[in-house]
């Protein structure tokens, strides 16, 4: 179980790697609007990191390994279509 959580993991870094270079080209694309951006990217992680918990542990704090893999799979799944929201900005 431990690997595949490694796996989950590692590729929820790539999904936080791509985020984050999508973020930084918007940034300079449109630095006067910066700072709603990054207003709107605290809300949407915090919303994330919501979401993940109750999908993970809709009881409350239960825990076990399948509860770990449904949160970094949440999570990752979650930050791909963030990216993907915001390349949509960056192609306009």
Request: glycine content about 4%.
């Given at each position: ?6 796996c989950?993991l590692?590729?929820?870094g ?5 985020l ?8 300079s694309?449109?630095p006067?609007?910066s700072?709603?951006l990054?207003s ?5 992680s915090?919303y ?8 993970a ?6 825990s ?11 999570k ?11 390349s949509?900005?960056?192609?306009r």
């Open positions: 179980m431990d690997e595949m959580i490694d989950l590692y590729h929820q790539l999904a936080e790697r791509d984050g270079e999508a973020l930084t080209i918007l940034r694309r449109y006067q609007a700072n709603e990054d709107a990217q605290a809300d949407w915090q994330r990191e919501s979401h993940c918990y109750f999908v542990y809709p009881y409350g704090a239960l076990g390994s399948e509860a770990r893999l449904d949160n970094v799979s949440c990752t799944e979650m930050t791909r279509r963030r990216t993907a929201e915001l949509d900005l960056i192609d």
